[in-house]
């Protein structure tokens, strides 16, 4: 029996540096009806980089995710994922150029194990087609066996081994982010884009899933986009950030330079209610 | 290999493929083998009566299985599975008795040209809600169930007459020869359908209906699938009209109507939604339950039992299925296979169940 204390291979790769994952989106305006969701954004990521998005409620940060994979159509702009234009493809070819993300509302699949959750995301690397699969070839076999491997080693790299049978609805919150978070690792993405990872969790699970995405940009050079409301813990990991208000970019630089910006200090330092 | 072994403390696997084999142990696979040595033997067993019943139920059965994999996997609802059956046995019907073609080519072909009726009619709903297919569906049986009456190539209404009656030089006025190829597509289909299940595709139909857009947001496109689901429905119902023309040898319009439909949808909730092994028991029900209320009928009216008109076959039958349904939705969810597998699980717990 394989024990799977080794690193997971999605990510091997992306450490080697084989993995070029930037991202530009030029002045993306969305407008639901008559109101302004997104004003003119331009931002760019570039491969390693650790992107944060703050801002308070309804300043359009899930807006601009939902642009970037595709679920929301912009009116204005384009982005561009690797020098190729992305705007107008549907969500599943975005997805399939290595754009993955987990969802503010977890989206797991309910009904199912943990298990198979993770090896859902693993579909689109599968390499048989559906008359093999009918037949369950061989070679099926084998690339089950193969996904399974993967999943495992992010299963291991999550610590989630005890719970990898249990149905997701069935989960804390906390552990369902996590399990959120090994889906969207699975996909194995060149570019990860996690809304709100942190909130609404367990002090200890918190800790967890912190020192997992940090791991996973530092050791691993994975690119990530985070949103997050508590600012110390922003401040504490990302390599850059950007403000939010009302749909416009309010501000940007390095943690130090957001922290004493005067517009960030007098939205959110100044009254901590608004966290 | 799986060894015929008691495992006292439970069956744990040690590898991931040995996690993809249908049966944990030994003695699942020897009591598959003794179900089908049985179902092999069973036609020298029993009289002609029960055979032309278990080759009805097995064809049902088989479309049963395809209507599964939309309804049951995919969660969308089809109402037009009685066309796509109907246009398998016409299909198969018109080859045969015009074309002169043998069966076995001619059934493959019917399932092949269900796909593209059922797929060019369904595009348009595959990119709306869930909702929209069952209407289109249905629009596309009403239309199915009168076309066929008003044209001359299916005969109208007194439907087409099979002459050949030989499959690759067997006498297919034995029933028995049309048992064992029910019997063998039947096992084949459900076998692959089973596979399916197994694989990727499988989890994707079910991502499928749990949650669409998270579905979408993992890379696999929800039209695709919807169509592959609808497609695959539509080939096993084919593939069982065509079955069903080989079984009768003579279809009229009104096997094919809207009732049809809805006792295939009867089949799958009674069997147990999403069950493969559910979907075969409901067929074997339903065809049971037709045969028994026509029996019940005959009684009624000869002894006087029931006002005579009020009571007609067609009536009872639609009564008591609603009746059923209703009854199984109440207390048994899932089914007959929810039922079987309970007694499954009392045995194997025995003695602390
Ligand atoms: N699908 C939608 N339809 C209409 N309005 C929306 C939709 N999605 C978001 N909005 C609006 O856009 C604004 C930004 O929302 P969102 O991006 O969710 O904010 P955040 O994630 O920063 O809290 C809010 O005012 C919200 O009401
Ligand atoms: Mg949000």
Redesign the pocket.
Known sequence: MRSFQRDPSVLVDIRLDKIQADLKMNKISLK??G?T?LNKIDLTVKTGDFLSII??????????L?CITGN?QYQGGNILFNDKVITGLPTHQIINLGISRTS?NIELFQGISVLDNLLLARHMHKSYNFIEASLFSRSVKKNEVYHREIVEELISFLEIEPIRNTLVEELSQGMQKRVALGRALALGPKLLLL?EPFTGITFEEKEAMIRFVTTLNEVWNLTIIL?EHDLPVVLNISKKIVV?DF?VKVAEGSPDFIQDHPQVIEAYLGDSSTF | MSKLQIYSCGAFNESYIKNLTLFTTGFGRISLCCGLLFLAVLPFLCCPYVLFLLNTAGIYAMAAVGLNFLTGSTGQISLGQGASFGIGAYTTAILVSKLELSFFLAIPAAGTLTVLFAIGFCIPAARLRFIYLAFITLAGQLIFDHLIKWMPLTGGQEGLIINESSFLGLDLNDDRIVYYIVFLCLVAFTWMAVNLTRTSYGRAFSALRINPRATEALGISVVKFRMLSIAMSSFYTGLAGGLFTLHMLAITPELFNLWLSIEFIAMIIIGGLGSISGSIMGACFIVILNEFLIFLTDIATKNDLLIDPALTNLALREFSLGIIIVLFILFQPKGLYGIWHNIILYFRRWPFS
């Open positions: 639901f009806g109101m969701a801002g308070p409620n309804g300043a359009g940060k899930t807006s601009l939902n929301y503010q809304d949103i939010f749909g």
